[in-house]
Each structure stands twice: as C-alpha cells, then as structure tokens.
C-alpha cells in the first residue's frame, strides 16, 4: 500500500530557504493524494534557524561575528527553539502522512529519536537515549540529534539534524534548543575521526524505513525536482 512505503531523495547542499520552499511543494502533493510518503536529506550552508518558540537572547553573537563566519539566521515555524545547520551534518525532511501511519506526535517523534538511536548503537556501539522532556538524541548530556518537526494538515513538516562531521565550534553561537548546560556533539568526535558522510545518508534512511515499517525507492534529484514542478 502506498502509505507503507515511502521516496527518498538526495538534495545534497542546498540553502534552507530554498529547501523549505521544496518541502512546502512536497506537502502539497502529499495532502492531495497525488504522492506518498517522502524523505528528503540534505544539508545546508552555516545558518541558525529559531522554532516558534525561539528566543533570541539565544543567539550568543552579534550580527558582525555571524557575518564573518559566514552564518544566516532564519525564522521557521517548526517546533522548538535555535539550533545550527551546516555542512557535515545529515538534515532529515519526513514529510509522512500521519492520517495513515498514526496522527501522534509524540509516537512519530519517538520513531524519529529510536531510528537514530538504534543506528549509533547497531553500527558504531554508541548507547545513546532520549531525555523525555526535551526532543533528540542525546549522548549524555551531549545531543546528537536535533529534533524540530511542525505537522499541519496531519502531514510532517521539518524532522532532525544528526550530526556526523559537523563543525562544532559554530555552535558557540548559540544556546542549542534554550538549554543551558547541555553541550553538543557528533559521531566525529564520539568516534575521534572524520566519518563517511554518505554512508551514513544510507543507514539513516535504513533505519528510519525500518523504525517506520516502510519499503523505499530513491529518486534522482533532477527526476524529482522535475516532478516537482509539474501540475
């Protein structure tokens, strides 16, 4: 059936803007029946974004130290607080029907945080957990795993950051998510070496299509960019 299974593109590097723009694209399609499920991955260039609770006393430089690292600021109306996207780190866009694999939020996010915790734990031997009163995967008092997703019309928006070979001195910028005394982390240091990216773009969808129950196909970007666009 189709809401068991689930399409898989890569976008690779790609502004947030522009990628925000392609989810609502997606979404539409998705709420009129015309796609199934689907799963972008992507990165994006250095930039903070604030949820719609973001405070931005949370943001811990001033436009000028931004400007020189080369760091955007945007709004975006996903769940959550500030947090750092940029290059090396796997950004994951579930754009799920939930009306057919379950309307709970919180169920959803949970099958979000186990894909991510059981891949750290089956391919590098990485126990990681949840910390329930604050979404994503933590190492510790370290997170992982970023967690910021918005559903309207019963249909995902946003989804998760993991962080592989992210760097993470940007995150001085900021108070990730409006915690204090929480740090951050990545499969680079946790493992002290860089790792492959790529690889890991594959064992996140693995096991977010396992976690999920769902059978996937990738599509070429240029095939569904194309798509996209058509009536």
Same mark, same amino acid.
């Given at each position: 059936?189709?809401?068991?299974?689930?399409?898989?593109?890569?976008?690779?590097?790609?502004?947030?803007?522009?990628? *925000?723009?392609?989810?609502?694209?997606?979404?539409?399609?998705? &709420?009129?029946?015309?796609?199934?499920?689907?799963?972008?991955?992507?990165?994006?260039?250095?930039?903070?974004?604030?949820?719609?609770?973001?405070?931005?006393? &949370?943001?811990?430089?001033?436009?000028?130290?931004?400007?020189?690292?080369?760091?955007?600021?945007?709004?975006?109306?996903?769940?959550?607080?500030?947090?750092?996207?940029?290059?090396?780190?796997?950004?994951?866009?579930?754009?799920?029907?939930?009306?057919?694999?379950?309307?709970?939020?919180?169920?959803?996010?949970?099958?979000?945080?186990?894909? &991510?915790?059981?891949?750290?734990?089956?391919?590098?031997?990485?126990?990681?957990?949840?910390?329930?009163?604050?979404?994503?995967?933590?190492?510790?008092?370290?997170?992982?795993?970023?967690?910021?997703?918005?559903?309207?019309?019963?249909?995902?928006?946003?989804?998760?950051?993991?962080?592989?070979?992210?760097?993470?001195?940007?995150?001085?910028?900021?108070?990730?998510?409006?915690?204090?005394?929480?740090?951050?982390?990545?499969?680079?240091?946790?493992?002290?070496?860089?790792?492959?990216?790529?690889?890991?773009?594959?064992?996140?969808?693995? *096991?977010?299509?396992?976690?999920?129950?769902?059978?996937?196909?990738?599509?070429?970007?240029?095939?569904?960019?194309?798509?996209?666009?058509?009536?």
């Amino acid at each position: 059936m189709e809401h068991q299974r689930m399409k898989v593109v890569k976008l690779g590097l790609i502004d947030y803007t522009k990628a *925000y723009e392609i989810q609502l694209k997606v979404h539409q399609k998705v &709420n009129e029946g015309k796609w199934g499920n689907v799963f972008l991955l992507l990165e994006h260039p250095p930039v903070i974004t604030t949820g719609l609770s973001g405070n931005r006393e &949370n943001i811990n430089a001033t436009g000028e130290q931004l400007n020189e690292a080369r760091i955007q600021i945007r709004s975006c109306r996903r769940g959550g607080d500030v947090t750092y996207h940029g290059p090396g780190q796997i950004v994951g866009y579930p754009i799920f029907n939930l009306r057919y694999i379950g309307r709970k939020i919180r169920q959803y996010i949970t099958n979000l945080e186990n894909a &991510n915790i059981s891949l750290l734990k089956n391919e590098y031997a990485i126990e990681a957990g949840r910390k329930p009163e604050f979404p994503g995967v933590w190492i510790g008092d370290e997170k992982i795993t970023a967690i910021g997703c918005r559903v309207k019309r019963g249909i995902s928006l946003h989804g998760f950051a993991f962080n592989i070979n992210t760097n993470l001195e940007h995150f001085k910028y900021i108070t990730p998510c409006g915690l204090v005394g929480k740090g951050v982390t990545s499969l680079k240091r946790e493992l002290g070496q860089s790792q492959d990216f790529e690889k890991n773009v594959d064992l996140t969808i693995k *096991y977010l299509a396992r976690t999920f129950g769902f059978d996937y196909t990738t599509i070429n970007k240029a095939e569904f960019l194309n798509d996209l666009e058509e009536e």
